[in-house]
């Protein structure tokens, strides 16, 4: 699959940004170089053998300040980008309680090093030609401490709702977007994801498979 190409606004932005930081690296190396240079030569006992080697110095170390200020800044852009995975499907499944028979849900993962906090913009679940009207949803989202797992649950199906689809493998669709981002900052990201469902129900038992049918993962 081809590249995405970035927008006309971004590929400005990130062309001002290096400029930026080019003028940044040159006042800096400027003014660090001519200041230890003058300094050095004010005292009349160093000889200019030992200004050349000082000057490489503070050269080489203007440098290496610089390289990790820029992988600092390398890591704050990429910030959370894919840092929420998604790892599967869960199937809730009880057939003593008519009211909340059938339930699923997903079960996504903070990747990154650091907290994360997500909420959800859109969560469907389609079953054959059902689906729950105007379903209420435990909570928006929450927080995940890094490197830990979350579920989130759409809400029950009904035993009426789904009753002719026992002892049958009907398909469906489950369908979500999710932003995310730090817990004390904006949201930066949206996942989203289209999931085919293969639902195998009988009257004791229920089990289902998922398959990927579109992801993306993109700045907001």
Do not use: C
């Amino acid at each position: 699959m081809a590249e995405k190409r970035k927008p006309l606004y971004s590929r400005v932005w990130s062309g001002l940004g290096h400029i930026s930081r080019a003028l940044w690296v040159y006042h800096l190396f400027g003014a660090f170089s001519v200041s230890a240079v003058t300094v050095l030569a004010g005292f009349k006992s160093v000889q200019i053998a030992y200004l050349i080697p000082l000057t490489v110095g503070a050269f080489g170390g203007t440098l290496y300040v610089i390289n990790q200020v820029t992988l600092a800044v390398n890591r704050a852009r990429q910030g959370y980008a894919y840092g929420l995975a998604y790892e599967g499907i869960f199937l809730g499944f009880s057939p003593d309680t008519p009211e909340m028979m059938l339930q699923f849900g997903i079960l996504i993962r903070n990747a990154t090093d650091r907290p994360l906090r997500y909420e959800v913009e859109q969560f469907d679940v389609v079953i054959g030609d059902r689906t729950i009207a105007n379903p209420i949803f435990a909570s928006s989202g929450t927080l995940i401490p890094r490197n830990a797992q979350r579920r989130y649950s759409y809400p029950s199906f009904r035993r009426d709702q789904i009753e002719t689809f026992i002892d049958k493998n009907p398909q469906g669709v489950l369908t979500f977007a999710l932003r995310y981002g730090h817990p004390d900052g904006p949201l930066v990201r949206r996942l989203k994801m289209k999931i085919s469902l293969s639902l195998h129900l009988e009257s004791n038992k229920a089990a289902v498979g998922d398959s990927i049918l579109s992801e993306s993962d993109e700045a907001i």
